[in-house]
């Protein structure tokens, strides 16, 4: 398979899970997301792999819980309502450290809101967005490409730290076509000797849990996630930076909206502005210190998203001292044209250093 | 004449002392699945998911693989199991509140897609792990924490029968409901669980067994009180019995 | 190069799908595209677009606002679109469709194109406008070689919907020599 083929960036996730060796998916019809349920009820049949439709995504995120648990590589995919309804299995996976992915091809929220692209759900992706002190690895591709080879880094990943991993997209992407390079290798799953399989005769039996009652314990498990997280900070931060020398102002933006940032820096150059690009791609474990290095070098931050401002926080958080930081927000399925992006950019080149403050 | 031992603890059942509530009948549950487990010689390819409430203790007391799952999921979790390893015996543990509440939609499910595990289900009529609470299960009138003047179906609905309702769905194979509170009934309740291990060793689809159980705890009354009052209550609402028992694998 | 078209128009028109052969052959021209569709409430009856974006280079924003070309199969889709065309773009209408007079855009010298006659007329199938279009288009914009895109059309369908591929041909030709010709004429 050396060709390249166009492909929806829903079927391109879909065949990077079965690439990766995925062959369990349960799941619930919601739109934007449903090419992806429908092309696999086909796509795993075809190599022997379970596919459930299930009553409700809270079914779904559990039966998941228990492939995972059972050893096998699955996964689930849905949209903000129904991302939200997983939470508590997410957080159930994350305590009990089972690995799994889970989709959100985003909507509009909060609430029903709508089906266009939006990336309002940063916030519940990177954050945990269940209860409890956890997070799960999120990546956010910006191509179809992307889609296709994400998937399998995040079974990876997930594998690695035995942690849920979480791909976020939108329907830009997962509508979108573009060409694809599929790989040859099947991946293979590790073994995993801390799986559930029944307990053979003289070993013994294991337990897969989140509870931990007794004084301590809850306080060690806390702290023994705490170390994952560290490590995937240091090992398993992924980003993608195309900086200038003598960058006048830095582009951060992530997901389908760098897109239109990407579209946004061609033109800039081409009026012969210094302008640099970053776009974290693991946006937890966030690339921070990447962040940090490249806002040294140009002072100046202008961070373009869809949604009123939430990876906003981590840009904030992690910029160098002194730099100033404007924020481009488009929420509610708007999108920032690459002239509306390079018009603010402009602007901040122009302007002293305003520290801090947002453009609605 | 040479002594011969007749009864001893069921080998999956580990050497733990339970903390169960004295009268409480967790603990016979605990020692049927055991034997179930041990005759089958299955221990080596049995997984318990228990769900939330007094079922946590199972964690600790049978000497199986064990799989946690949020409350109300375990079917949905059993289900993720048994669709990985087909060849294994999958059984849930559940109580009032965790099947017949929060997690009616994932066992009806279960159950209606004819999964081929084992649902036990603990009925005592109260949420016992917090506190006594009005369960879907708790009868009319019956007074709890949580309804102080008596279950009253205008406020409250009436109590569910489970077993009835499962019953009625193409997907199960078996369905029934036994007591604990004598030693008639834990003899039925014996054969029913290993007639539910039995029929999922063979592939038949969903079985489900119901226990009527006493929370005298919760119940405020002693476990002598308690178990007179499942007699004179409990069983004229919940009665036994074997509500199906399908002979084939499937419907078709 | 870069080239970003918007096709619209109704459902059911067959807007998505010749939207798909254009990026298809764009991809066997070993160039960058991108194909984004933008569906109406509903599947049928509803209106339908989808923008193709193609490039020599690593391809941004897989939407535009500035296209360079606009295929419109629709009078709603021409007064939506026609007006945000690029100064010198293209703009291919159905005629058969579209009323001429809502064409606003003198300065694209649009060459009035009947598609559905010339389908039904020239080609045999009325069901072939669309692919009258994209020939045109092709005519008009020379973004991608029509070798390209009949190469795609024979590798683009299978079984029972390859009997058609015949009259997808001289379709697509059939537009292009109406758009050439048009142009042509208005020098």
């Not at chain 1, 029903?112 to 956010?140: E, W």
């Not at chain 1, 997962?174 to 995993?192: F, T």
């Not at chain 2, 309740?189 to 006493?214: C, H, W, Y």
């Amino acid at each position: 398979m050396s060709e390249r083929q166009m492909m929806k960036g829903s079927v391109a996730l879909a065949e990077g899970a079965v690439a990766a060796g995925c062959r369990y998916y349960f799941g619930y019809p919601i739109t934007p997301q449903n090419d992806i349920p429908e092309y696999l009820s086909v796509r795993l049949a075809e190599v022997d792999g379970v596919f459930i439709q299930a009553e409700s995504e809270i079914a779904s995120i559990n039966m998941l819980l228990g492939a995972a648990a059972a050893g096998a590589r699955a996964m689930t995919s849905s949209s903000g309502p129904g991302i939200s309804l997983m939470q508590e299995g997410l957080s159930y996976m994350a305590g009990s450290e089972l690995p799994g992915l889970a989709v959100n091809i985003t909507r509009i929220g909060p609430g029903l809101g709508g089906i266009a692209p939006s990336q309002g759900d940063y916030f519940q992706a990177t954050r945990g967005g269940g209860h409890g002190d956890y997070h799960v690895i999120v990546l956010a591709p910006n191509s179809v490409q992307e889609m296709y080879d994400l998937t399998i880094k995040a079974f990876e990943l997930a594998d690695k730290y035995r942690n849920p991993a979480l791909i976020l997209a939108d329907a830009i992407l997962g509508q979108m076509k573009e060409p694809v390079l599929l790989h040859d290798a099947p991946q293979r799953v590790p073994g995993k000797e801390w799986a559930l399989k029944g307990a053979p005769v003289g070993l013994p039996t294991k337990r897969i849990k989140s509870l931990y009652l007794k004084d301590d314990e809850m306080e060690k498990h806390n702290w023994h996630l705490f170390r994952k997280y560290s490590q995937m900070r240091e090992e398993d931060t992924m980003v993608e930076a195309d900086l200038d020398e003598g960058m006048e102002v830095l582009l951060v933006s992530f997901g389908s909206c760098s897109r239109m940032v990407q579209s946004a820096v061609r033109m800039a150059r081409d009026r012969g502005l210094k302008v640099g690009y970053i776009r974290p791609i693991s946006l937890f474990p966030f690339p921070g210190d990447a962040l940090r290095e490249a806002s040294e070098k140009a002072g100046k931050v202008l961070t373009v998203e869809m949604n009123t401002g939430q990876m906003w926080d981590d840009v904030r958080l992690n910029l160098a001292p002194g730099c100033s930081a404007r924020l481009l927000a488009r929420p509610g399925g708007g999108i920032p044209t690459p002239g509306q992006i390079l018009e603010e950019a402009e602007k901040m080149i122009k302007a002293g250093d305003e520290v801090a403050k947002s453009i609605c | 004449m040479k002594l011969q031992k007749v009864f001893a603890r069921p080998a999956s059942l580990a050497e733990i002392s339970f903390h169960f509530c004295p009268g409480c009948h967790h603990g016979i549950v605990h020692r049927l699945l055991g034997e179930a487990i041990d005759t089958y010689g299955i221990r080596e390819k049995t997984i318990g998911v228990p769900g939330v409430g007094c079922c946590v203790f199972l964690y600790d007391y049978l000497d199986i693989d064990v799989c946690e799952a949020p409350h109300g999921r375990a079917p949905a979790v059993a289900t993720g199991f048994k669709r990985v390893l087909p060849r294994n015996v999958v059984f849930t543990y559940q109580g009032d509140g965790d099947l017949g509440a929060i997690g009616m939609s994932e066992v009806v499910h279960t159950a209606n897609r004819g999964e081929n595990i084992t649902v036990i289900f603990v009925n005592n009529g109260v949420y016992g792990m917090t506190g006594g609470q009005m369960a879907p299960t708790t009868l009319l009138g019956q007074q709890t924490t949580t309804s102080a003047f008596g279950r009253d179906f205008h406020r409250d609905g009436y109590p569910i029968r489970m077993t009835e309702m499962l019953a009625t769905l193409e997907g199960v194979a078996f369905a029934a409901r036994v007591t604990l509170h004598n030693a008639a009934g834990v003899k039925k309740a014996r054969k029913a669980v290993m007639k539910a291990f039995e029929m999922q060793l063979n592939n038949m689809g969903f079985t489900f067994v119901e226990f009527i159980s006493a929370c005298p705890t919760n119940w405020r009354l002693s476990p002598e009180e308690a178990t007179a009052r499942i007699d004179d209550e409990v069983l004229p609402y919940y009665p036994l019995g074997i509500y199906k028992e399908r002979k084939s694998p499937d419907y078709l | 190069m870069y080239y970003d078209v918007i096709l619209s128009g109704f459902g059911g028109q067959g807007i998505l799908l010749i939207g798909d052969l254009l990026a298809h052959a764009a991809m066997l021209e070993g160039l960058h595209v991108t194909w984004m569709p933008s569906y109406g409430v509903e599947m049928r009856g509803g209106a339908a677009n989808c923008t193709v974006v193609i490039s020599s280079e690593k391809i941004g924003s897989p939407i535009t606002d500035e296209p360079c070309g606009l295929i419109a199969m629709s009078n709603p889709s021409l007064l939506k679109f026609q007006g945000k065309v690029k100064k010198e773009g293209l703009m291919v209408v159905n005629t058969s469709l579209v009323d001429s007079q809502l064409i606003e855009r003198g300065d694209l010298g649009t060459v009035p194109l009947p598609a559905n006659e010339i389908a039904y007329q020239e080609v045999g199938e009325h069901k072939m406008a669309n692919i009258v279009m994209l020939g045109a288009f092709l005519a008009g914009s020379g973004v991608v070689s029509m070798e390209k895109v009949e190469e795609t059309v024979d590798s683009f369908f299978e079984g029972g919907k390859r009997k058609n591929i015949p009259l997808m041909v001289k379709a697509l030709r059939r537009g292009f020599q109406h758009q050439k010709e048009g142009m042509e004429h208005a020098g």
